[in-house]
T-cell receptor
Framework: GAGVSQSPSNKVTEKGKDVELRCDPISGHTALYWYRQSLGQGLEFLIYFQGNSAPDKSGLPSDRFSAERTGGSVSTLTIQRTQQEDSAVYLC?????????????FGPGTRLTVT | GQNIDQPTEMTATEGAIVQINCTYQTSGFNGLFWYQQHAGEAPTFLSYNVLDGLEEKGRFSSFLSRSKGYSYLLLKELQMKDSASYLCAVRDPSGGSYIPTFGRGTSLIVHP
């Protein structure tokens, strides 16, 4: 595809349910990032992948959050036993690499609402 | 630790010039990014500075002073479509990571 895609675009779930968010990065981009953006807040880093490995998981807020990436391409972010504070826009970005001046290309995001 | 500060909101008039400041306090430095984010949309890349000075790109320019921990984004000949949030992001590799840390963004409102 031409850019980073994410699905679903919107997700409403009940507290306590599990959700899975998907990200398709730009073809050939080895680095993939997940961020969370709450209303009026900046982008909160969650996790970063280089290829299929995740050298930096420091931003995951709790053990309810996990992510994987397969084939160096698609990534899924899973949130178990969702809580209301998990409500936010979840953004995925990809870049050619993790160093130098490579800018990140962001997807449109998944708006998660936990009721 | 990392601290990135930007004004929360700014307003300007169509056709005018506006300067959005970003100050940062980091242990290390390996580049500063500016992104534009329209409401409900993904952030899009505007500029990257790693050396001191001014980088000009059309109506947008970005300036960096590493010694002062300071950057600004300059928007000239403002258009209504420039109403958006502008995000400053700094890369600090001192902790072993090249992940950019984002400020909270500056919401720019352009009036006719």
């Amino acid at each position: 595809g031409a850019g980073v895609s994410q699905s679903p675009s919107n997700k409403v779930t009940e507290k306590g349910k599990d959700v899975e968010l998907r990200c398709d990065p730009i073809s050939g981009h080895t680095a993939l990032y997940w961020y969370r953006q709450s209303l009026g807040q900046g982008l909160e880093f969650l996790i970063y992948f280089q290829g299929n490995s995740a050298p930096d998981k420091s931003g995951l807020p709790s053990d309810r959050f996990s992510a994987e990436r397969t084939g160096g391409s698609v990534s899924t972010l899973t949130i178990q036993r969702t809580q209301q504070e998990d409500s936010a826009v979840y953004l995925c970005a990809s870049s050619k690499s993790d160093g130098s001046s490579y800018e990140q290309y962001f997807g449109p995001g998944t708006r998660l609402t936990v009721t | 630790g990392q601290n990135i500060d930007q004004p929360t909101e700014m307003t300007a008039t169509e056709g005018a010039i506006v300067q959005i400041n970003c100050t940062y306090q980091t242990s290390g430095f390996n580049g500063l990014f500016w992104y534009q984010q329209h409401a409900g949309e993904a952030p899009t890349f505007l500029s990257y500075n790693v050396l001191d000075g001014l980088e000009e790109k059309g109506r947008f320019s970005s300036f960096l002073s590493r010694s002062k921990g300071y950057s600004y984004l300059l928007l000239k000949e403002l258009q209504m479509k420039d109403s958006a949030s502008y995000l400053c992001a700094v890369r600090d590799p001192s902790g072993g990571s090249y992940i950019p840390t984002f400020g909270r963004g500056t919401s720019l409102i352009v009036h006719p």
